[in-house]
């Protein structure tokens, strides 16, 4: 190949990763080019298609045990995120309102962050709710089929009895999530097989 050629061929390969790191930067909030997330789809399940009861438990970036087991008879969010993520950085704010509801508790899931870049990130947006440091995946994996892992952020509402009463692909509106959460404290999670004495 011709010393020409080669110039031309590494001109481009920088290039490439140059505009590839640009796109990945964090950027606006709201909207950074090359940042691909959910779209926002939301899926919702009647009391009598709900599933099992979600066992998801971990250890926080500050090292405290963490168990969604805790939280019954609440309304749980579990939101996928990280640091970086433009979506998760524009919601942040109305996930923190969200969580300053008594019947809601939020537990946030990060697989990507260390715990410096999560802690600076909860300090940043005044986050109080707990986050699982996920770097093994075992938080994931305890979530396999519930949440799409390639879509962050993703947030999924559990019913008080701990069984997923809804999920959201992508970033959605503070006021659909209430109303979800709504649906999900509201609905009756009794089983109807289930006689009083």
Same mark, same amino acid.
């Given at each position: 190949m011709r010393r020409s050629a080669r110039y031309v061929v590494i001109a481009a390969i920088v290039l490439a990763v140059v505009l590839w790191l640009a796109g990945c930067a964090p950027g606006d909030a709201v909207e950074s080019p090359g940042y691909v997330s959910g779209d926002g789809t939301v899926t919702e399940w009647g009391?009598?298609?709900?599933?099992?009861? *979600?066992?998801?438990?971990?250890?926080?970036?500050?090292?405290?045990?963490?168990?969604? @087991?805790?939280y019954r008879g609440q309304?749980?969010? *579990?939101?996928t995120w990280y640091a970086a993520c433009p979506p998760c950085r524009a919601e942040a704010p109305e996930l923190v309102a969200l969580d300053a509801r008594d019947d809601v508790q939020l537990i946030g899931l990060n697989s990507r962050d260390d715990a410096a870049t999560a802690e600076a990130f909860q300090?940043?947006?005044?986050?109080?709710?707990?986050?699982?440091? %996920?770097?093994?995946?075992?938080?994931?994996?305890?979530?396999?089929?519930?949440?799409?892992?390639?879509? *962050?952020?993703?947030?999924?509402?559990?019913?008080p009895d701990g069984r997923v009463? @809804?999920?959201?692909?992508?970033?959605?509106? @503070?006021?659909?999530?209430?109303?979800?959460? %709504?649906?999900?404290?509201?609905?009756d999670t009794t089983d109807p097989d289930e006689t009083a004495p």
């Amino acid at each position: 190949m011709r010393r020409s050629a080669r110039y031309v061929v590494i001109a481009a390969i920088v290039l490439a990763v140059v505009l590839w790191l640009a796109g990945c930067a964090p950027g606006d909030a709201v909207e950074s080019p090359g940042y691909v997330s959910g779209d926002g789809t939301v899926t919702e399940w009647g009391p009598g298609e709900r599933g099992e009861v *979600v066992d998801l438990a971990g250890t926080s970036f500050e090292g405290d045990a963490i168990d969604v @087991a805790d939280y019954r008879g609440q309304v749980v969010l *579990v939101n996928t995120w990280y640091a970086a993520c433009p979506p998760c950085r524009a919601e942040a704010p109305e996930l923190v309102a969200l969580d300053a509801r008594d019947d809601v508790q939020l537990i946030g899931l990060n697989s990507r962050d260390d715990a410096a870049t999560a802690e600076a990130f909860q300090r940043t947006f005044d986050v109080q709710y707990p986050s699982i440091d %996920d770097n093994n995946g075992k938080a994931t994996a305890q979530l396999q089929g519930l949440v799409a892992i390639n879509a *962050v952020p993703t947030t999924l509402v559990l019913d008080p009895d701990g069984r997923v009463a @809804a999920r959201a692909v992508g970033r959605v509106e @503070a006021s659909t999530l209430e109303a979800l959460i %709504d649906a999900a404290s509201d609905a009756d999670t009794t089983d109807p097989d289930e006689t009083a004495p």
